[in-house]
C-alpha cells in the first residue's frame, strides 16, 4: 500500500469556495442572458472541467509542496489529462455548434488561461495579480457562453467587465486585509487598496456613461462598497470569512442585475 493509500487519497479538485463562485456566479449570469441550447451548455462544461484541472496542475507543478508531487503527482498526471481531454472534446463540440461571436471571443479566455498556468509556474497564483487573472479567465469564458446562447456581443462585454471589477475589487479587500494580518493587524488603513477599488467602480461608471448598460455600474457598485468598507474600516483579519460570505452576497446581487438588466 502507497504512502498516499494509508493516508487518505489527496483531493484533486479546487477548494477554495471563492473561486468557485467566480466560476458559478458569472456561468449562471451568462447562460440567463442567452437561449438555452447545447452550444453554450457545452462551453459552460469545457470551462468547469478546465477549472477543476486547476489543482491536479499544480500539484504536478509542485505548487502543492514537494512531499505532494512525489506522493500525488502521478495520479494528478493522469486526472489532468483526463479532465483536459473532455474539456477539449466539450469545447469542440459547443464551439462547432456556436454563432461567430463565441468562436473569436474564445481567444481572450484561452489567453487568459495561458496566463494563469504561467502565474501558477511562477508560484504568483496568489499574488493580486494571480488571483486577478483568475477571476478574467472565469469571467472571459462566461462571456463566451453568453454569446454561444445569441447574447449580444455588447451585452457579453458589459458582463465581462463588471464581473472583472467586481472580482478584482474583493481581491484588493481582501490583500487589504491579509497585509494586516502580516502585520500583527496593526496595517490600519490601506489607502492603495481603497483608491483601486475606487478606480475599477469609477471606470464601470464611466463605461456607462460611454454608453454602456446601466447594469454594469449596478452590478458592480455592491462589491465595491463592501471592498471600500473593508479597506477602510479597517477590517480584523479574524474577519476573513464572513467577508467571504459578505462578496458571495455581492456577488449573487450581481448576478441578478446581470441576468435581468442584460436579456
Same mark, same amino acid.
Given at each position: 500500500?502507497?504512502?498516499?493509500?494509508?493516508?487518505?487519497?489527496?483531493?484533486?479538485?479546487?477548494?477554495?469556495?471563492?473561486?468557485?463562485?467566480?466560476?458559478?456566479?458569472?456561468?449562471?449570469?451568462?447562460?440567463?442572458?442567452?437561449?438555452?441550447?447545447?452550444?453554450?451548455?457545452?462551453?459552460?462544461?469545457?470551462?468547469?472541467?478546465?477549472?477543476?484541472?486547476?489543482?491536479?496542475?499544480?500539484?504536478?507543478?509542485?505548487?502543492?509542496?514537494?512531499?505532494?508531487?512525489?506522493?500525488?503527482?502521478?495520479?494528478?498526471?493522469?486526472?489532468?489529462?483526463?479532465?483536459?481531454?473532455?474539456?477539449?472534446?466539450?469545447?469542440?463540440?459547443?464551439?462547432?455548434?456556436?454563432?461567430?461571436?463565441?468562436?473569436?471571443?474564445?481567444?481572450?479566455?484561452?489567453?487568459?488561461?495561458?496566463?494563469?498556468?504561467?502565474?501558477?509556474?511562477?508560484?504568483?497564483?496568489?499574488? %493580486? *495579480?494571480?488571483?486577478?487573472?483568475? +477571476? $478574467? @479567465? &472565469?469571467?472571459? /469564458?462566461?462571456?463566451?457562453? =453568453? !454569446?454561444?446562447?445569441? #447574447?449580444?456581443?455588447?451585452?457579453?462585454?458589459?458582463?465581462?467587465?463588471?464581473?472583472?471589477?467586481?472580482?478584482?475589487?474583493?481581491?484588493?479587500?481582501?490583500?487589504?486585509?491579509?497585509?494586516?494580518?502580516?502585520?500583527?493587524?496593526?496595517?490600519?488603513?490601506?489607502?492603495?487598496?481603497?483608491?483601486? %477599488? *475606487?478606480?475599477?467602480?469609477?471606470? +464601470? $461608471? @464611466? &463605461?456607462?456613461? /460611454?454608453?454602456?448598460?446601466? =447594469? !454594469?455600474?449596478?452590478? #458592480?457598485?455592491?462589491?465595491?462598497?463592501?471592498?471600500?468598507?473593508?479597506?477602510?474600516?479597517?477590517?480584523?483579519?479574524?474577519?476573513?470569512?464572513?467577508?467571504?460570505?459578505?462578496?458571495?452576497?455581492?456577488?449573487?446581487?450581481?448576478?441578478?442585475?446581470?441576468?435581468?438588466?442584460?436579456?
Amino acid at each position: 500500500m502507497t504512502r498516499s493509500a494509508r493516508r487518505g487519497a489527496r483531493p484533486l479538485y479546487p477548494r477554495e469556495h471563492g473561486a468557485w463562485g467566480q466560476l458559478v456566479l458569472p456561468m449562471l449570469a451568462a447562460l440567463a442572458m442567452g437561449r438555452p441550447s447545447p452550444s453554450p451548455a457545452l462551453l459552460a462544461a469545457a470551462a468547469t472541467l478546465l477549472f477543476v484541472a486547476h489543482e491536479p496542475l499544480l500539484v504536478v507543478l509542485g505548487r502543492r509542496g514537494e512531499r505532494a508531487r512525489a506522493e500525488d503527482g502521478r495520479r494528478a498526471a493522469r486526472r489532468l489529462g483526463a479532465v483536459i481531454a473532455l474539456a477539449a472534446a466539450a469545447g469542440v463540440a459547443g464551439l462547432a455548434l456556436a454563432p461567430p461571436p463565441a468562436r473569436l471571443a474564445v481567444v481572450l479566455p484561452a489567453l487568459l488561461a495561458g496566463a494563469v498556468a504561467v502565474l501558477a509556474r511562477l508560484g504568483l497564483e496568489k499574488t %493580486v *495579480a494571480g488571483e486577478v487573472a483568475v +477571476a $478574467a @479567465a &472565469l469571467s472571459a /469564458a462566461a462571456a463566451t457562453v =453568453a !454569446l454561444a446562447g445569441g #447574447a449580444a456581443p455588447r451585452e457579453a462585454a458589459t458582463a465581462l467587465i463588471a464581473w472583472v471589477t467586481s472580482f478584482a475589487g474583493a481581491t484588493l479587500a481582501v490583500h487589504a486585509v491579509l497585509g494586516r494580518s502580516r502585520s500583527g493587524g496593526k496595517g490600519g488603513v490601506r489607502p492603495l487598496h481603497a483608491a483601486g %477599488v *475606487a478606480a475599477l467602480w469609477s471606470l +464601470a $461608471a @464611466a &463605461l456607462w456613461r /460611454a454608453g454602456l448598460p446601466a =447594469a !454594469l455600474p449596478l452590478a #458592480a457598485a455592491p462589491t465595491a462598497l463592501v471592498a471600500l468598507v473593508t479597506c477602510l474600516a479597517p477590517v480584523s483579519p479574524r474577519r476573513l470569512r464572513p467577508l467571504g460570505w459578505a462578496f458571495v452576497a455581492t456577488s449573487v446581487a450581481a448576478l441578478l442585475v446581470l441576468a435581468v438588466g442584460l436579456r
